[in-house]
């Protein structure tokens, strides 16, 4: 065996970085005398993964068995990572003890399962211990910031400890770059703007890339800018960067999937959307080992059906987002589930607003009344009629629903921070101050037993209950705040809240008070002097009172007598007051003893209309017939008529 290994252990002696595939070489001759060499399998293991070879490095793993296996397991855990075999290689890293190696293909792992919280966990720990290698500690940092900025896009910002980017993001443009996404993640728009151009100029800066790394290294900062324009409204920016992308120059597939959205939307002079439409479903498919995070696969599929709706595929729209929401069903706080909801919502209007819209989708609402996404449009559309009370019905109906379910989940939607925040919004506009009140009270009571409770829920609930007079919402009033500064004492509102909420209790509070600025400070720009000169403002009487005084004075006073309205002259242009007007001109036309009938065939119809004429004697011929002679009609005596009836029955 040590004669074997002699020649590749004098070569590795004599070997540099770049010399891999010398060491492959040296590495095949040696296992072509000793098929099971566990040091020459090895080292060709390493030497394949530093060419990038890791399909074929798992191979040598495989073939060379248990013992091989349990030798290389970093490297094997390494290989599975790069394969994007990530629950595999997670697996074998956390059962690898005492190795950093071990722990940074474990965080990586997870931070690409999206488990950032435990891939934070992991990083945090890195950062505390001592690095093993030069510039472990600036990779750790990089890959920390990488899953803060993930943490904010998820929506659990609250398990960031670093809010504001320090001295150390701005030295490199990994850091920097890392610090503007997590900016951009909590809506400081600004900010990930500023950070992003430092980015930019830290990597322009460096001397030991060449030209062609740079220009890889600026394209996905440069579609994080694009993004950032378009956010802020910087259409002419956004299309002038626009124009300097290269999608297609991009290596990474998800990147490149990502600049060509941010394209489309860059781009005024796109009027038609068939042309994004072909443009998106045309893109190179993202391969497994470089897949989109969640927050961006969402995003693209929507937008897919976005498209699918401006060129009338509602048909399609109304099948996948259908079978979307069967998988999924409602209700839910997914931002992504409720967005396809409210596109199968959209689809089935055919994307009609107004009452035509509301028509379409109450039908869907009877069916659906767990449905979060599909109650928001309808209230949305209400709200566009000005029609606030049936929105708050239909929020109401939802609330009701969700709060007659037995699963835990669907409390957790009835109680959720955004929808409280609805029903505050529309109780606000009717002036329902009682609901608001009970409402908040109701989420705070649900979410104070919760482990994890939206302190911005609970810190609104405790202003409205400061604000009754009742002892019940005093005292939940003093749990909430006693919760809040538990959970987080440095915090000067918590800590006010804690003090005001026990200021008439027997529980002492002078330690929490010396905390807070000393109201001497808070009053320090006030000059009392003027302000007593001044004097204090009377209030203004609203419009309601000076009605209700005005109708209170006028019950005192004696009734006046009504106006009377003088209506306008309806009299013709042509009036003339000396002439005397026409007796029947309120008779029509041919009924006038003045009318004429044109024509030879106009005085034949008009011979024939004189019939039901009263002719005179009639009265005499009557009686003398011993016949009544009121309302007797002459039938006419000549005309075409008549010759024209003997005509024909001289033909018979």
């Not at 927050?295 to 259908?322: C, F, M, P």
């Not at 104070?448 to 202003?463: E, M, T, Y």
């Not at 002492?508 to 002097?529: F, G, H, N, W, Y």
Request: aromatic share 4%.
């Amino acid at each position: 065996m040590t004669s074997e290994t002699r020649p590749l252990n004098a070569l590795l002696r004599t070997a540099t970085i770049d010399d891999h595939e010398e060491v492959l070489r040296a590495c095949d001759a040696s296992l072509k005398q000793s098929k099971q060499d566990i040091r020459s399998l090895h080292a060709k293991v390493v030497a394949l993964l530093k060419l990038d070879r890791y399909e074929d490095a798992l191979n040598v793993l495989e073939d060379g068995g248990g013992a091989l296996k349990d030798e290389a397991q970093l490297e094997r855990c390494y290989a599975l990572y790069k394969t994007g075999q990530l629950d595999e290689a997670r697996r074998i890293a956390t059962d690898v003890d005492d190795d950093r190696g071990a722990r940074h293909v474990e965080a990586q792992a997870l931070y690409r399962l999206e488990n950032f919280e435990h891939s934070a966990l992991l990083y945090r720990q890195l950062a505390e211990t001592h690095a093993s290698i030069d510039n472990e500690e600036n990779d750790v940092r990089i890959n920390g910031g990488a899953t803060d900025a993930q943490l904010e896009w998820s929506r659990k910002g609250d398990l960031v400890r670093k809010k504001k980017p320090g001295r150390e993001d701005l030295e490199a443009f990994e850091l920097a770059y890392n610090a503007a996404c997590a900016s951009i993640a909590r809506g400081e728009l600004g900010q990930g703007e500023i950070l992003l151009r430092r980015s930019q100029d830290l990597c322009n800066a460096l001397d030991d890339l060449t030209e062609a790394e740079k220009v890889a290294e600026l394209l996905p900062i440069r579609v994080q800018q694009l993004y950032v324009l378009i956010r802020l409204g910087k259409t002419d920016d956004a299309e002038k960067l626009a124009s300097q992308i290269a999608p297609n120059d991009i290596p990474d597939a998800s990147t490149q999937q990502v600049a060509k959205i941010n394209r489309i939307a860059a781009s005024p002079e796109i009027k038609s959307p068939y042309l994004p439409h072909r443009i998106l479903h045309a893109a190179t498919p993202v391969p497994k080992t470089d897949k989109l995070f969640t927050i961006q696969s969402d995003r693209v599929e929507e937008n897919k059906l976005v498209l699918d709706l401006l060129i009338s595929k509602y048909g399609g729209v109304v099948t996948s987002t259908s079978k979307c929401l069967t998988e999924c069903p409602p209700p839910t706080i997914s931002s992504h589930l409720n967005t396809v909801s409210v596109l199968n919502a959209a689809a089935h209007a055919q994307c009609q607003l107004g009452k035509i819209g509301i028509k379409h989708m109450l039908p869907l609402l009877e069916q659906r009344p767990l449905d979060v996404g599909l109650a928001m449009v309808v209230i949305q559309l209400y709200i566009l009629t000005n029609n606030h009370g049936s929105a708050v019905t239909v929020l109401e109906s939802l609330l009701k629903h969700l709060e007659a379910s037995n699963a835990s989940n669907d409390q957790d939607v009835r109680f959720a921070p955004g929808l409280v925040a609805t029903v505050v919004s529309l109780y606000t506009l009717q002036g329902r101050k009682k609901q608001i009140r009970t409402e908040l009270a109701k989420a705070a009571t649900y979410w104070r037993h919760k482990s994890k409770p939206p302190k911005s829920l609970l810190q609104a609930a405790g202003v409205v209950l400061l604000e009754s007079s009742r002892s019940a919402d005093e005292a939940a009033f003093r749990e909430i705040y006693s919760t809040l500064h538990r959970e987080d004492p440095s915090s000067k509102l918590t800590t006010a809240g804690y003090v005001a909420a026990h200021a008439f209790s027997t529980t002492p509070v002078d330690e929490q008070a010396s905390k807070l600025t000393p109201t001497s400070r808070l009053i320090a720009d006030i000059d009392v002097s003027a302000l007593e000169e001044a004097g204090v403002l009377q209030l203004v009487v609203g419009s309601n009172t000076a009605q209700a005084a005005t109708r209170k004075r006028a019950l005192d006073e004696k009734p006046k007598p009504a106006k009377k309205r003088l209506r306008k002259s309806r009299l013709p242009k042509d009036y003339d007051p000396n002439k005397t007007p026409d007796p029947e001109r309120w008779l029509p036309l041919r009924e006038r003893s003045s009318y004429r009938p044109k024509g030879k065939k106009g005085r034949q119809k008009a011979a024939a209309l004189t019939q039901g004429g009263v002719e005179k004697g009639g009265e005499a011929a009557g009686a003398s017939s011993g016949k009544s002679s009121e309302g007797v009609i002459k039938a006419a005596t000549g005309g075409g008529g008549a010759k024209a009836k003997s005509k024909k029955k001289s033909k018979k």
